[in-house]
């Protein structure tokens, strides 16, 4: 469900379109690249969790790091202070 609602696959698309190169066909529907697309995706999905963990911790919002801490996982963070990538906004 996340991943559909995510809007990185039809990033995907739009830089085809808009970069000077195309990727084949058979490459593009090959599994490889299916693989690789659902990673990215993935990717996405926790990064955004782990930097809005205290936005969603204060909305009582679901989030993947909640979810992994609610079965278990260490609740320390390696981190001090706000989220360590750069976040919009």
């Given amino acids: 469900m996340r991943r ?3 809007g990185v696959l039809p990033d995907f ?3 085809e379109c808009i970069g000077p190169y195309e990727v084949p ?3 593009w529907y090959s599994s490889h690249l299916e693989k690789m697309r659902i990673s990215t995706v993935e990717h996405v999905i926790l990064v955004n969790d782990v930097c809005s963990l205290e936005k969603d911790e204060a909305r009582d919002d679901l989030n993947l790091v909640r979810l992994l801490q609610h079965r278990g ?4 963070r390696p981190w001090r202070g706000p989220c360590p990538w750069p976040t919009p906004g």
């Fill in 4 to 6: 559909r609602s995510v």
């Fill in 73 to 76: 996982w260490p609740a320390t």
């Fill in 25 to 27: 066909a058979p490459a």
């Fill in 13 to 15: 698309d739009m830089r």
